[in-house]
T-cell receptor, first 113, second 117 residues
Framework: QQQVKQSPQSLIVQKGGISIINCAYE??????FPWYQQFPGKGPALLIA?????SEKKEGRFTISFNKSAKQFSLHIMDSQPGDSATYFC????????????FGKGTKLSVIP | GAVVSQHPSRVICKSGTSVKIECRSL??????MFWYRQFPKQSLMLMAT?????????EQGVEKDKFLINHASLTLSTLTVTSAHPEDSSFYIC?????????????FGSGTRLTVV
């Protein structure tokens, strides 16, 4: 059972456009929702994370929108640049227990000039 | 910021041999380390979770005798792939959180590309 569903699988955006990636979760015990960026052959790097007590968090060109009632969260990349071309993963974890991260399946973003 | 150093970045070994991958937290104490496996164009699959000084907890379907994890200190965890076979070829990634839990997020290593020939 996949606990974090991510869409789309791939995304092509023109330079300067907005990239939007969506995730939905099932486990209401999740209380930490990070987004990671991964380049080929590298480990994931944290982009931005949110907790369910806020509906939006912005860091530079990256914004997380969080809808607790719908159990959904999304990543918005404003003014997308070719250097943003990478695979993006959403994830979720819960505070109790082992802090394991549950990952979405990933979105390959291509930003074209 | 928190840094996790993972070595080697690439390794090629012969079938039947063992390979050790190291993960070191450079500027924080890693109370919990996670080991992942990632196949091409797929997501990260959690293999095991280890706490310093304790035996690792393996996910269902992961052979503990094949993938030996040691977390003997607060700054070092190792994954040893024993008697490696071509099907063990994959990208292995470690991740760590410190004694403040998730306050500073999960720090990932840069990954190890294992090729078994």
């Amino acid at each position: 059972q996949q606990q974090v569903k991510q869409s789309p699988q791939s995304l092509i955006v023109q330079k300067g456009g907005i990239s939007i990636i969506n995730c939905a979760y099932e486990n209401t015990a999740f209380d930490y929702f990070p987004w990671y960026q991964q380049f080929p052959g590298k480990g994931p790097a944290l982009l931005i994370a949110i907790r369910p007590d806020v509906s939006e968090k912005k860091e530079g060109r990256f914004t997380i929108s969080f809808n607790k009632s719908a159990k959904q969260f999304s990543l918005h990349i404003m003014d997308s640049q070719p250097g943003d071309s990478a695979t993006y993963f959403c994830a979720a974890s819960k505070g109790a227990g082992s802090y394991q991260l549950t990952f979405g399946k990933g979105t390959k973003l291509s930003v074209i000039p | 910021g928190a840094v996790v150093s993972q070595h080697p970045s690439r390794v090629i070994c012969k079938s039947g041999t063992s390979v050790k991958i190291e993960c070191r937290s450079l500027d924080f104490q890693a109370t919990t380390m996670f080991w992942y496996r990632q196949f091409p164009k797929q997501s990260l699959m959690l293999m095991a979770t280890s706490n310093e000084g304790s035996k690792a907890t393996y996910e269902q379907g992961v052979e503990k005798d094949k993938f030996l994890i040691n977390h003997a200190s607060l700054t070092l965890s190792t994954l040893t792939v024993t008697s490696a076979h071509p099907e063990d070829s994959s990208f292995y990634i470690c991740s760590a959180i410190g004694d403040r839990g998730r306050a500073y997020g999960y720090t990932f290593g840069s990954g190890t590309r294992l090729t078994v020939v």
